[in-house]
């Protein structure tokens, strides 16, 4: 059975940082795709950054430059390292990993930007 499980949101103010974990479980592996989405109420959920399965990493624009994906296959854990937070970064934040057959996403965490 595959588990996805985020940790490390929460309030930070603007200009600060927070770094997002997530740990995976079973039939889950680095060659496949794996990443950060986003989702505010009423918008589509957008990609921040991801693992593609050609070994590149994609960033949305807006991020480039703040945001840094990493993993560590050791532990099954993906991180999101989040620099000058803005309050457009508020969202729901979710964990996608995928196998040769299906995707997972984890249950969203949420990231407020306020003063």
């Known amino acids: 059975q595959v588990q996805v499980v985020e940790s490390g949101g929460g309030l930070v103010q603007p200009g600060g940082s927070l770094r997002l974990s997530c740990v995976t479980s079973g039939n889950i592996f680095s060659i496949y795709p794996m990443g950060w989405y986003r989702q505010v109420p009423g918008k589509r959920r957008e990609l921040v950054a991801l693992f593609a399965d050609d070994g590149s990493i994609n960033y949305l624009v807006s991020v480039k430059g703040r945001f840094t994906i990493s993993r560590d296959s050791a532990t099954n854990t993906m991180y999101l390292q989040m620099n000058s937070l803005q309050p457009e970064d508020t969202a729901v934040y979710y964990c996608?990993?995928?196998?040769?057959?299906?995707?997972?996403w984890g249950q969203g965490i949420q990231v407020t930007v306020s003063s």
């Open positions: 996608y990993a995928s196998n040769a057959k299906y995707g997972y």
